[in-house]
């Protein structure tokens, strides 16, 4: 069993850190700094990680000051370990200033890797997706798999052998829907994106499970009689 602690610390310049226990918790690793920021940037969302044998992933969002006045990038990064956690590559940029990229979440099966997150852009606003398909060693370039044009928010993920459902909150009209797409070939394509809420509320703050050829989605509704 293995352990592993991403943690915002509380120090002039907050950056991500990273443990993990080989005996259950008994002892933890050396703690490993993954982002090594400099002070022109800023930690935003908690750190997430993933585990498959030897492989460990962990993203998470950075935030970068523009030179124009009151424009910050949010960046998604990505660092990988392929010795349980104890040492890990450079922290590598999935998104490259790509306007607000924001709220990443990570799934792991096998060799195949992914990393969705959210981003706010004039013309590149949507949910986005980064595959791996060498545990972690390279990701492939962002692809939408959103199509609406309405705000998009919440995205999460799961992973089931080949099948991928990814899931998020988005705005159609007036209202909140929950959208999910999904893939079975290990999030190398996805299907169009289905509105699965399809009501008068607002539906919100969606999750996903996985297992085998199932697919089970919950979210908080609003609309009458659902509450």
Known sequence: TMYYSPDLLSTTIP????????????AFFLTVNLSKRTDDSLIQSPPQPAVSSNT??????????????DIDFRDIFVATSTDRGKTFSPKVNLTNRNGQSRDPKIGVS????IIVWQNHADSMSGIFVATSTDRGGHFSKPVKISSGSGGTSSPQLSISGDRVAIVWQENIGDN???????????????????????????????????????????????TTGYH
């Open 15 to 26: 950056d991500v850190f990273v443990t993990g226990s080989e005996d259950t918790g008994t």
């Open 56 to 69: 460990v992933i962990v993203t998470w969002e950075e935030i970068t000051k523009n030179p124009y006045p």
């Open 110 to 113: 096998g060799d195949t890797a």
């Open 176 to 222: 909140a829907e929950i959208m999910v797409a999904t893939s079975t070939n290990r999030g190398k394509s996805f299907l169009e994106p289905v509105n699965v809420s399809k009501n008068s509320g607002a539906s919100t703050a969606p999750q996903v499970g996985t297992s085998g050829n199932n697919i089970v989605i919950a979210w908080y509704d609003n």
